[in-house]
């Protein structure tokens, strides 16, 4: 706690020096956006006081108005990035959608090659294979099925 440099005088308390006191103390403070709007409540219920302390109802007021400047200029930071989020989100998952389309096609066209592949290695392979048909001599006719007469 600290000591008044004065004495203490014999009347006892003066609730007017406690009030002066606090009033400066707040006067001190008006930069401080809780306080000032407590000022200028008090400012708008004494018109006296407002009257006796001009300079410090402009101080409050300037306060309160820069308070309002800066979370209207807070939320539209807010709005743009929430904004420029939106779209980045939107833009990265397009940019996916595109990969993964594209890997898909790219798969497909390696399957469908493979296919390819394997169907013209069996042609080949087809080639080399020596039919019997032909090394016999049979005829086209003779490989058709005969059918029995009944006697």
């Given at each position: 706690?600290?000591?008044?440099?004065?004495?203490?005088?014999?009347?006892?308390?003066?609730?007017?020096?406690?009030?002066?006191?606090?009033?400066?103390?707040?006067?001190?403070?008006?930069?401080?956006?809780?306080?000032?709007?407590?000022?200028?409540?008090?400012?708008?219920?004494?018109?006296?006081?407002?009257?006796?302390?001009?300079?410090?109802?402009?101080?409050?007021?300037?306060?309160?108005?820069?308070?309002?400047?800066r979370y209207a200029k807070a939320r539209r930071?807010?709005?743009?990035?929430?904004?420029?989020?939106?779209?980045?989100?939107?833009?990265?998952?397009?940019?996916?959608?595109?990969?993964?389309?594209?890997?898909?096609?790219?798969?497909?066209?390696?399957?469908?090659?493979?296919?390819?592949?394997?169907?013209?290695?069996?042609?080949?392979?087809?080639?080399?294979?020596?039919?019997?048909?032909?090394?016999?001599?049979?005829?086209?006719?003779?490989?058709?099925?005969?059918?029995?007469?009944?006697?």
């Amino acid at each position: 706690m600290q000591q008044s440099s004065s004495p203490k005088s014999s009347t006892g308390f003066n609730p007017r020096s406690v009030d002066a006191r606090h009033l400066h103390q707040m006067f001190e403070r008006v930069d401080d956006v809780v306080v000032a709007r407590l000022l200028l409540a008090g400012f708008n219920d004494n018109a006296d006081l407002a009257k006796t302390f001009p300079g410090v109802l402009l101080r409050a007021q300037e306060t309160v108005k820069r308070s309002h400047i800066r979370y209207a200029k807070a939320r539209r930071y807010g709005v743009l990035a929430r904004t420029c989020g939106v779209i980045a989100v939107d833009l990265l998952s397009r940019v996916v959608g595109a990969v993964q389309r594209a890997g898909r096609a790219t798969a497909s066209a390696v399957r469908g090659l493979q296919r390819r592949a394997a169907y013209k290695k069996s042609l080949r392979d087809q080639s080399k294979v020596i039919r019997l048909s032909a090394v016999r001599g049979e005829t086209v006719t003779d490989v058709e099925p005969r059918v029995r007469e009944a006697a």
